[in-house]
């Protein structure tokens, strides 16, 4: 402690003098203003930057856009992937075949679990039965049928590992 100062408060008071020193230095009409990709294209009254750069461009091109309805998300226009069957409606996508199979049996051939099991190839096998059958992963018809089939193999998988506690 320095004069009833721990080290800390004469740090900030030394850091708060040299502030003032560069303040009083400064040379006049500089604002401090970064520019760049954070300084924008417009002032805040919404005119053009007047510091030089042309953004006379950028404007000419805001008239082409459509604006935006009260229910549109963007003021781009809809561009379709194939123009030519844009008036087909979005198929249905199609339950795969695992997802269907729901019964313990089927789901225990799925997995395959044997007596020879570790601990590190069940827990292997849990991931990769999650990577094709997780209701994140499935689309929003089929969650049900992925979350059943999940909530079984965690169950079968568990019990599994609880054996090898036992043994």
């Known amino acids: 402690m320095l004069l009833g100062q721990s080290i800390f ?6 850091l708060k003098e040299e502030r003032k020193d560069d303040e009083e230095t400064a040379p ?9 990709l954070g300084a924008g294209f417009i002032t805040p009254d919404g005119r053009p930057e007047a510091n030089g750069a042309d953004a006379g461009t950028y ?3 805001l008239a082409d856009w459509p604006a935006a309805g009260p229910d549109e998300k963007t003021s781009r226009p809809a561009v379709s992937p194939d123009p030519g069957n844009a008036e087909l409606p979005p198929e249905k996508p199609v339950m795969p075949p695992h997802l269907e199979r729901l019964r313990e049996e089927e ?13 590190a190839s ?3 096998k849990r991931r990769q039965f999650a990577k094709l059958n997780h209701p994140d992963r499935v ?5 049900d049928n992925a979350t059943v089939r999940m909530k079984t193999a965690n169950l079968l998988i568990d019990r599994a590992l609880a054996s090898l506690y036992w043994r």
């Open 59 to 61: 404007f000419d091109y």
């Open 122 to 124: 069940l827990n292997e």
């Open 107 to 119: 789901i225990a051939e799925d997995l395959a679990i044997s007596p020879k099991d570790s601990e």
């Open 9 to 14: 408060q004469s740090v900030l008071i030394r």
């Open 28 to 36: 006049e009409g500089s604002d401090f203003r970064i520019r760049g």
């Open 139 to 143: 689309a929003p018809e089929f969650r």
